[in-house]
T-cell receptor
Framework: EAQVTQNPRYLITVTGKKLTVTCSQN?????MSWYRQDPGLGLRQIYY???????DKGDVPEGYKVSRKEKRNFPLILESPSPNQTSLYFC????????????FGPGTRLLVL | AQTVTQSQPEMSVQEAETVTLSCTYD???????LFWYKQPPSRQMILVIR??????QNATENRFSVNFQKAAKSFSLKISDSQLGDAAMYFC???????????FGTGTSLTVIP
C-alpha cells in the first residue's frame, strides 16, 4: 500500500530534550516536506527536500533540523524543544518537485512541557 | 511570501444543499497550483481538488467544483448535494512552482446539518 508513515504518532516531552520524528514513504517520491498545524494558523511549511541531500527552509524553520540521506526517509529533528513547538506535525511527499499532488502522513501530535 | 486567505472560519449547510467556501491568494507568480484539502476529525489530510493556474477551465471532481478567477486571485470551492461525511475542516493551499513551496490558508470548518 502506497503511504507516508510517521513515528511516533503522539509524543510528550520536556523542554530541551532532543527528539526526532521519523517520516518514511514507499512511493519513490523525490519531494518531501514537513508542516506544523496550529489552531487559527493553518499549516505552515517547516522544511522541504527536492531530493536526496537537497533540503531547504520553508516559512517556519527556526528550531528544527532535517536530513535527507535516503530517498524514502525525511526525519524532523528538534535539538532543544520548547513549549512553542507544541503542535501537530505532518510529513508529506510528492513524486517530483513539480508534481502537484502531495500525499500526507497521519500526523504526529507533540506536546512540549 | 505568498499568502492564502480564507475569510470564513466556520460555515454550515443543510444536508443535500450547496455551499461555497471562499479562498483568495496573493502572488506575483504566473505559474502555480491551487488545492483544496479536507481534514476530517481523524486529522488526515485528504486532497479534494486541484487547479493548474494555466488552465482556464474550472476543475471538477464529482460533487466538488471550483470557481477559479485568476485575475481576481480567487479560488472558491463549491460542494453540491452536501453529505454528512463532508463535515470537516477545509484548507485552501497554493503551490509555488518556482520556489517549490506550499502555503495554506487558516481553514474553514464546515458543519453539515441533517
Amino acid at each position: 500500500e502506497a503511504q507516508v508513515t510517521q513515528n511516533p504518532r503522539y509524543l510528550i516531552t520536556v523542554t530541551g530534550k532532543k527528539l526526532t520524528v521519523t517520516c518514511s514513504q514507499n512511493m519513490n517520491h523525490e519531494y518531501m516536506s514537513w508542516y506544523r498545524q496550529d489552531p487559527g494558523l493553518g499549516l505552515r511549511q517547516i522544511y522541504y527536500s527536492m531530493n536526496v541531500e537537497v533540503t531547504d527552509k520553508g516559512d517556519v524553520p527556526e528550531g528544527y533540523k532535517v536530513s535527507r540521506k535516503e530517498k524514502r526517509n525525511f526525519p524532523l529533528i528538534l535539538e532543544s524543544p520548547s513549549p512553542n513547538q507544541t503542535s501537530l506535525y505532518f510529513c508529506a511527499s510528492s513524486l517530483r518537485a513539480g508534481q502537484e499532488t502531495q500525499y500526507f502522513g497521519p500526523g504526529t501530535r507533540l506536546l512540549v512541557l | 511570501a505568498q499568502t492564502v486567505t480564507q475569510s470564513q472560519p466556520e460555515m454550515s449547510v443543510q444536508e443535500a444543499e450547496t455551499v461555497t467556501l471562499s479562498c483568495t491568494y496573493d502572488t506575483s507568480e504566473s505559474d502555480y497550483y491551487l488545492f483544496w484539502y479536507k481534514q476530517p476529525p481523524s486529522r488526515q489530510m485528504i486532497l479534494v481538488i486541484r487547479q493548474e493556474a494555466y488552465k482556464q477551465q474550472n476543475a471538477t471532481e464529482n460533487r466538488f467544483s471550483v470557481n477559479f478567477q485568476k485575475a481576481a486571485k480567487s479560488f472558491s470551492l463549491k460542494i453540491s448535494d452536501s453529505q454528512l461525511g463532508d463535515a470537516a475542516m477545509y484548507f485552501c493551499a497554493y503551490r509555488s512552482l518556482p520556489r517549490n513551496q506550499f502555503y495554506f490558508g487558516t481553514g474553514t470548518s464546515l458543519t453539515v446539518i441533517p
